[in-house]
């Protein structure tokens, strides 16, 4: 599994706080790691997997004004709601037809950008020959 936290350099800080640009190479390994090729991966596995391995600065952990929650929360929920995984063609936003789990299975660009950040393919679990 690729460790998220040891590639924290891929951050811009924009008033030290993690933007939902910053996310989209975690979001997209997360959902590699758990399965995103070949099945949906509900959107609540991408949250708490996203919080588990993003090192929040001190900005992010700031709650929100009127919130239970912090701005990193914030920044996850709105890189799903405004379907930037979509919009970009990394990822479809589906519904399981039997189950009804909502979530997102990754496209083959979103494998080849994890690709081309030189992310460890072999470490993710994806054989080079598949895609």
């Known amino acids: 599994m690729w460790d998220i ?3 924290d350099n891929f951050r811009k800080m924009k008033g030290g706080r993690t933007s939902e640009r910053n996310l ?3 979001a997209l390994t997360v959902l590699f790691n758990n399965g995103g090729n ?3 991966v509900e959107t609540k596995i991408l949250t708490s997997e996203l ?3 993003i090192n929040p ?3 992010d952990q700031e ?3 009127g919130r239970s929650d912090d701005r990193l929360s914030q920044v996850i929920r709105n890189l799903v709601s405004h379907r930037t995984l979509e919009k970009q063609g990394l990822a479809l936003y589906q519904v399981e037809n039997e189950s009804k789990e ?3 299975k990754l496209t083959k660009k979103g494998i080849m950008m994890l690709r081309q950040n030189e992310v460890n393919l072999y470490q993710l679990r ?3 020959e598949d895609y």
């Open 102 to 104: 909502k979530g997102y």
């Open 24 to 26: 989209i190479i975690p």
């Open 51 to 53: 919080r588990k391995h």
């Open 38 to 40: 070949e099945h949906i």
């Open 57 to 59: 600065t001190h900005a």
């Open 63 to 65: 709650l929100l004004k």
């Open 126 to 128: 994806l054989p080079f």
């Open 5 to 7: 936290i040891q590639h």
